[in-house]
C-alpha cells in the first residue's frame, strides 16, 4: 500500500513545520553542546522527537524515513552499521521512492561496507600484533 502522506506531498508540511520550530527555538543548545556536531545531532533528535507525533497528527501510521535519498545518507560503525545523514545542508528525499528499491539500496551499501571495515580490522589486527612484538622483545626491568 502506497502512503498518502508521502505520495500526496503532505511529508513537506511537516518538514517546513519541524524546520519552524527548529529555527524558532534556538535555546535548546548550550555553548558546549553546539561545538560538538554529534552532540547537536543528540540535542536535535530528542528536541524534534518531543512534538513529533503533534506534527505528524493523523499521519503518524504512514510515516517512513525510508524516502531518504542514499545519496545523502552514510554508514558509521557502530553495532551492526549505523545510517547517518552525512551533511545536514544536503538532504534529499525522493518522491514517489519504493520500499523495496530503498532496501535494496541498503543492502548494496552494507555489502560495500562491511568488507572495508573487516580490512580495517585487519590492518588493527596486523598493527597490534607488530606492537606485541615490540613489547615481546623489550627487557622486563621489573624482573
Known sequence: MKSGFYYEGHHQVVALAVRDYVNSSRDFLSPHTAGSPRAV???LEAFVAEKFGGFLGDWCTQYSSEFLDWSCLTVGALGWGQIQIANSNNIRV???????????????????FYPKEIGKIEDRIERFNGVRKYWEAKEDLWH
Do not use: H
Open 94 to 112: 525522493i518522491e514517489q521512492y519504493s520500499r523495496k528499491q530503498w532496501m535494496l539500496q541498503l543492502c548494496d551499501a552494507m555489502l560495500e
Open 41 to 43: 545531532g543528540d540535542a
